[in-house]
C-alpha cells in the first residue's frame, strides 16, 4: 500500500531564508506526486504536480520539487521566503485507479 | 461554476443528528471526490465517483457514512447518527473530463462538520 510521510510538522523560516519542506513515498512503483498548500479555512491549492516526465518540477509561487527515485522523495523548495508562503502544505501521491493519499502536513511559519 | 461549490460552510450538528453535505463539482468533471480532514491532519479519501457510479468506497469509516451522486454532478454525503468522532471538516474535490490519476483535482473550501 502507498503511503506519504512528511517530516517535521512544523518548519519556521525567516523572510528570504530557503524554504525546505520533506516529503517521502512508499509504494511498490513510482507514483504521480502533488504538493498541495491550504491556508486558513480555505480548500486545498496545487502547487505542482509530478507525473513522470521532468523529474524537477516548478510550480507556482516560486515553488519547485525534484523526483529522486533513489531516495523515494519529492520535496519541496523555495529559494526565498515570503510571509504569504505561511500556510499548511500537503504532499500526495496517488497510483493509477486510486485516490489521493495526503501525507500529515507541515505548517510553514515565515517570520521578518 | 468557476470552482467547486461546497454547502454548508458550516454546519454544527447535536449527537445523534442526521447531516448532508453537497458538493456542486467544476461543470463537467467526470471525477468526484470526498475526503475528510480532522484538525491538523491530513485529508483522508473517503469515497470517489465517477459520473454518477462509485468506483471506490472504501475509505467511508461506517455504515453511518452514505454518498450518491445520482446524476453525475452533484454530490451529496449524508452521515446519519452523528457522533462526536466525525467532527472534521469535508472536501469535495472533481478533476478533469478525461478522468486520469495525472490529472489535476480541484478542491472546494470544504464543509465544517461540529458535533456536540
Known amino acids: 500500500a502507498q503511503s506519504v510521510t512528511q517530516l517535521g510538522s512544523h518548519v519556521s523560516v525567516s523572510e528570504g531564508a530557503l524554504v525546505l519542506l520533506r516529503c517521502n513515498y512508499s509504494?511498490?512503483?513510482?507514483?504521480?506526486l502533488f504538493w498541495y498548500v491550504q491556508y486558513p479555512n480555505q480548500g486545498l491549492q496545487l502547487l505542482l504536480k509530478?507525473?513522470?516526465?521532468?523529474?524537477l518540477v516548478k510550480g507556482i509561487n516560486g515553488f519547485e520539487a525534484e523526483f529522486k527515485k533513489s531516495e523515494t522523495s519529492f520535496h519541496l523548495t523555495k529559494p526565498s521566503a515570503h510571509m504569504s508562503d505561511a500556510a499548511e502544505y500537503f504532499c500526495a501521491s496517488a497510483q493509477a485507479g486510486t485516490a489521493l493519499i495526503f501525507g500529515k502536513g507541515t505548517t510553514l511559519s515565515v517570520s521578518s | 461554476g468557476a470552482g467547486v461549490s461546497q454547502s454548508p460552510r458550516y454546519k454544527v450538528a447535536k449527537r445523534g443528528q442526521d447531516v448532508a453535505l453537497r458538493c456542486d463539482p467544476i461543470?463537467?468533471?467526470?471525477?468526484l471526490f470526498w475526503y475528510q480532514q480532522a484538525l491538523g491532519q491530513g485529508p483522508e479519501f473517503l469515497t470517489y465517483f465517477q459520473n454518477e457510479a462509485q468506483l471506490d468506497k472504501s475509505g467511508l469509516p461506517s455504515d453511518r457514512f452514505f454518498a450518491e451522486r445520482p446524476e453525475g454532478s452533484v454530490s451529496t454525503l449524508k452521515i446519519q447518527r452523528t457522533q462526536q468522532e466525525d467532527s472534521a471538516v469535508y472536501l469535495c474535490?472533481?478533476?478533469?473530463?478525461?478522468?486520469?490519476?495525472?490529472?489535476?483535482?480541484?478542491f472546494g473550501e470544504g464543509s465544517w462538520l461540529t458535533v456536540v
Open positions: 474535490a472533481s478533476s478533469s473530463p478525461r478522468a486520469s490519476v495525472g490529472n489535476t483535482i480541484y
Open positions: 509530478y507525473t513522470s516526465a521532468a523529474t
Open positions: 461543470s463537467g468533471h467526470v471525477s
Open positions: 509504494s511498490s512503483v513510482p507514483p504521480y
